[in-house]
């Protein structure tokens, strides 16, 4: 067995969510390494429409809101913060989303999202119908109204992902991408490493899984909470005209406006781990935007894909540590909200990992088991 230099920190999956953690804990000052079976941001990450949806997202407000909160305020430090020490753009567009409602029944139901997210401080404005076709003029007729959120943003997912890898890199990070992990070393019971398909033993205090919607192997996550593979599928298109010019979100499927004057348009949602793009799959997209947005019949797509999403059956993240092997630390089941939650999960997991306090962690403790307490979707 080849053996390496011992690490303060291990972690498996250089998605977002690995890499926004190296991020943190190289800033801390742990010497870190991470370890990708592929290329980096390869994964889901490289699927996202890359939307920061806190308000259009969450229908309530449950223990993902001040998570998500916090997220988002690390992005409007983050987009300087790592332009500067990187050069990279993390793409960051604060469009505004509307939500608009076609029947009382949708209406009723913003009413309620309006109602907490008002009391919690967020900036939420009701549009009329002749104000929300002002700002939507091609969307398709009949709608009553909308909510309008002004402080909505979007990043560009590969780009976000390079630049918290490129920053990690330079703050001391090793990447060694191609390295498939294929168990943890332990040593009397506790984890002290991880093993790699060639055979080589890198040792690490401590290790975090951040292998997006796979399993690292079923004994490992056989204490924790499952993660089901949610597949989504979108397209990228180019109208002759722009379709929209702020996000645009109905029932879990949205239009986003990106900065090249293309239009992301998703997703499906399927129980599935298959990361092929379907005809049924695009087949479905197409015809839910061209019920929300006519014109979009004549844009020209540009892109079309697939990815899988990382899935609990609560809606929460698994974020803090493994509830039967010490020294194994699990951030991973994102879902839908990986892109928004990168930062304030990397954050809060190194802060637990340096002072042992997880307290700020406890709705996400990766040992809840199928106990189902939240539903924000
Ligand atoms: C169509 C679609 C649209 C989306 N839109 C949004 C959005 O607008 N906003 C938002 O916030 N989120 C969005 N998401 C969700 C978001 O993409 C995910 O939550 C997020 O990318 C998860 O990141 P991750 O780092 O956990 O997983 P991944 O990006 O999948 O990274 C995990 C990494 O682990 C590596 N890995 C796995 N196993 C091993 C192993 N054994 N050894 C070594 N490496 C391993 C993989 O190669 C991979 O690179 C969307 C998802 C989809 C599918």
Known sequence: ???????????????????????????????????????AASGTTAAAAGMLGVQVELQSRTPLYPLANESRRLYEHLEHELMERT??????????????????????????????????????????????????????????????????????????????????VLQGAELKTHTEVTSLYREAGSCRGVLTADGTCFYGEQVVLATGPDPLTSSVHMDVLPIEGMKGEAVRVQGKRPLVTKTLYHQHFYFVPKPNGETLI?????????????????????????????????????????????????????????????????????????????????????????????SALTAFDPGRGSKVEYHSQ
């Open 1 to 39: 067995m080849k053996r390496h230099e011992k690490y303060d920190v291990i972690i498996v999956g250089a998605g977002i969510i690995g890499l926004a953690t190296a991020y943190y804990s190289t800033r801390a000052g742990l010497k870190t390494l991470i370890l990708d079976r592929g290329k």
């Open 87 to 168: 050069g990279t753009s993390l793409g960051r567009t604060v469009s505004g989303a509307i939500k608009p409602a076609f029947s009382s029944e949708e209406w009723k139901k913003l009413e309620k999202i309006e109602e907490w997210q008002a009391a919690a401080g967020e900036s939420v404005q009701r549009l009329t119908a002749s104000e929300l076709y002002d700002e939507l003029p091609r969307l398709t007729a009949g709608a009553k109204g909308a909510l309008y959120f002004q402080e909505e943003a979007h990043v560009e997912p590969a780009q976000t992902a390079h630049a918290f890898q490129q920053a990690a």
């Open 266 to 358: 998703g997703a499906t949602s399927k129980a599935s781990r298959e990361r092929t793009t379907t005809v049924e799959g695009i087949g479905e997209v197409l015809h839910r935007a061209e019920q929300l947005v006519p014109e979009v019949a004549e844009a020209e797509i540009t892109k079309m894909w697939a990815g899988v999403r990382p899935q609990t059956n609560d809606d929460l993240p698994l974020i803090g540590p493994h509830p039967a092997i010490p020294g194994c630390w699990l951030c991973c089941g994102h879902g839908r909200n990986g892109i928004l939650l990168a930062p304030a999960s990397g954050k809060e997991l190194v802060t637990a990992i340096i002072t042992r306090n997880t």
